[in-house]
């Protein structure tokens, strides 16, 4: 789990680069922060929601590149339609 962990805090760290600044913290600063902070019976409660909400938010961009996928196909077809009934 500690891999999965440093993982998804340095994907985070990463993502959040301009908050991080803001709060004066390092990328490293804040994954020993986290690593700390999940040792705790809150915080491993905590870290399991952060973990599903992040991979709801991915999923949910995989859905929505998904349906761009499914409109240019849907499009396709309808030129095709198009040109189908010109002839």
């Not at 994907?11 to 804040?30: G, P, R």
């Not at 986290?34 to 973990?51: C, M, N, V, Y």
């Amino acid at each position: 789990m500690s891999d999965r962990l440093d993982n998804i805090f340095l994907n985070f760290a990463n993502d959040q680069e301009d908050l991080l600044d803001e709060m004066d913290m390092t990328k490293d600063e804040f994954i020993e922060s986290a690593k700390r902070w999940s040792e705790t019976a809150d915080g491993k409660l905590e870290i399991q929601k952060f973990i599903l909400e992040r991979e709801i938010d991915d999923l949910k961009k995989d859905i929505a590149d998904i349906e761009s996928v499914i409109d240019k196909k849907l499009a396709s077809i309808r030129e095709i339609d198009e040109e189908l009934s010109r002839l």
